[in-house]
């Protein structure tokens, strides 16, 4: 595929009723995933005895399953996806500010984190998704770049410098591949479209000749029974 596409065309495929039923769908799968890993991950600190980490767990569980409820009742998936981004950017402030006594450094949770942009942008769109990705950034801001990273878990040397540089260029790779990815999906439509009009015209071009030849054989008949 070596045709290119402009941004303008490019979220204007988005808003396209097939694109938009195949994202609906991959939200709904995602948040029912998210959903059952969270609920899976409150055995783990139950049996251990940390009944808070399970609370955690088990509320973003049944905040992802509320999300998934509503986006099938709405089918709004912009709105969903940047509710659902919200509350978890809200969730994870609140757990970065609060666990500051921890035995181990929170890096594992930015690594998490850093996925965000691929899935808004696979889920909303290049230009809807960068705009809910965005939020991961500001939080890294916050807890890295700001006086308040004196005040919480201590973070790896590295984290706390490059992070918030690292998620901006995640940001702008999840952009470049979802960028491919509508064209790819942009040309499909379009061959797709060209095929079904070649096939049509085709179709009626044989329609043509075989009037022709009805007519043509009628004339010889004709002219049969004349003679």
Known sequence: MKKRYT?????LAEKDPYIQRQKISAINMLLQIMSLICFSLIIAP????????????FGLGVFFLLNDIILKKTKKHIIVLFSTLTGLYLILGYQFWMERHMDFGMDAYWLWIIIIPFVANFSGGIFYGNLASLGGWILAVIFMWSPVKNMVQDYGANMVKFYPINYLCVM???????????????????????????????????????????ENETVIRKLKHDI
Do not use: D, H, N
């Not at 139950?46 to 767990?57: P, T, V, W």
């Not at 439509?189 to 049509?200: V, Y």
């Open 172 to 214: 702008i790779v999840s952009t470049c591949i979802q960028y491919k990815m509508t064209c790819y999906q942009l040309f499909r439509k379009e061959a797709e479209s060209e095929l079904a009009f070649r096939q049509k015209e085709r179709f009626q071009r044989m329609e043509e000749q075989i009037t022709i030849y009805e």
């Open 7 to 11: 941004y303008k065309q490019i979220f």
């Open 46 to 57: 139950i049996s251990a005895g940390e009944f808070k980490i399970g609370l955690i767990y």
